[in-house]
């Protein structure tokens, strides 16, 4: 058969076009293995915090400034902001060594309502994409103010979904599973977390931290609604543990800043020994006043 010109171009062309497919798919390859090296050998793990509605990435700059002075650590503090757009900001810099920085990340749709955390959710999902493709973290811990809270249980529940990188631990603060409704009325968001409640990762040690200046309420949100979170997460995730803290600073704005949710941050969020040894739930009551601090604790192994 004679090979025309036309036929042998095609030829030459084809080659040229599987070589080039050949070395992409090998560079891919390449810097797929590289990046999964890199991440395996990460010693990096992040605390990613969300705050709640109305709030903006500087919402928790005064807790992460206390805690460097309780610490002496140094943690970096960066803050992402995602647009409605899509675009996504970073201001502040993570230092060179540092193995447990400080993210936040905020939302320019940051209003109530649960249609809006469902898409702050998925805004926080683009959001961690990035980071921990930028940052190639194998493990991160979480905490959430308010609605941040209900977007990380919303995340959780609906995007994450990691191979390779694990939440440890979760703190959620001052969080309305249930909105302003009482227990008795529940929500169609807390029916939803409820129902989705399989989806979360198992391996977690959750702290459900509720504020109260008169055992009903922290100002804003009800006790009660803080409380729900019980019926999402106990059961569902390795521990889970309800901690409610009272007295004069236990108002609802002022938890992040609260000497004792300081406390409770680096003993369960921050790296270190000291985690719970319990395979039930736990329920911790701290009451804050002024130097005098009282707790109780009583064993819930409710499933």
């Given at each position: 058969m004679k090979i025309t010109k036309n036929h042998r171009n095609l030829l030459i062309t084809l080659i040229i076009v599987i070589a080039i497919l050949t070395g992409l798919s090998f560079a891919w390859s390449c810097q797929n293995v590289h990046q999964l090296r890199n991440r395996q050998q990460s010693r990096m793990s992040p605390i990613i915090m969300i705050p709640g509605s109305s709030a903006t990435v500087n919402r928790f700059d005064s807790m992460v400034a206390k805690i460097n002075n309780m610490d002496h650590k140094r943690h970096s503090l960066l803050k992402v902001k995602v647009y409605n757009d899509g675009k996504i900001t970073y201001t502040g810099r993570v230092r060179r060594g540092d193995n447990e920085p400080f993210f936040v990340v905020g939302f320019q749709n940051n209003h109530d309502g649960y249609s809006n955390i469902k898409k702050q959710a998925k805004m926080f999902n683009k959001a961690f994409n990035q980071l921990k493709n930028r940052y190639d973290f194998n493990n991160f811990k979480g905490i959430g103010h308010s609605n941040g809270g209900l977007i990380y249980t919303y995340f959780l529940e609906h995007y994450f979904d990691e191979d390779q990188i694990t939440i440890k631990r979760l703190m959620t603060i001052g969080s309305p599973y249930n909105f302003s409704e009482p227990t008795s009325r529940?929500?169609?968001?807390?029916?939803?977390?409820?129902?989705?409640?399989?989806?979360?990762?198992?391996?977690?040690?959750?702290?459900?931290?509720?504020?109260?200046?008169?055992?009903?309420?922290?100002?804003?949100?009800?006790?009660?609604?803080?409380?729900?979170?019980k019926y999402v997460y106990q059961g569902a995730v390795k521990h889970y543990t309800q901690i409610t803290v009272t007295g004069k600073l236990a108002q609802h704005s002022s938890l992040p800043q609260n000497t004792e949710v300081l406390d409770l941050i680096q003993r369960y969020i921050l790296r270190n020994d000291r985690r719970p040894n319990n395979n039930g739930s736990q329920r911790r009551s701290i009451q804050n006043n002024n130097s005098d601090t009282d707790q109780d604790q009583d064993q819930d192994n409710d499933n």
């Open positions: 529940r929500t169609e968001m807390l029916q939803d977390f409820i129902k989705y409640r399989k989806n979360l990762p198992d391996n977690i040690d959750m702290y459900s931290v509720a504020g109260s200046e008169n055992y009903v309420e922290d100002g804003i949100v009800p006790l009660s609604s803080v409380l729900a979170g």
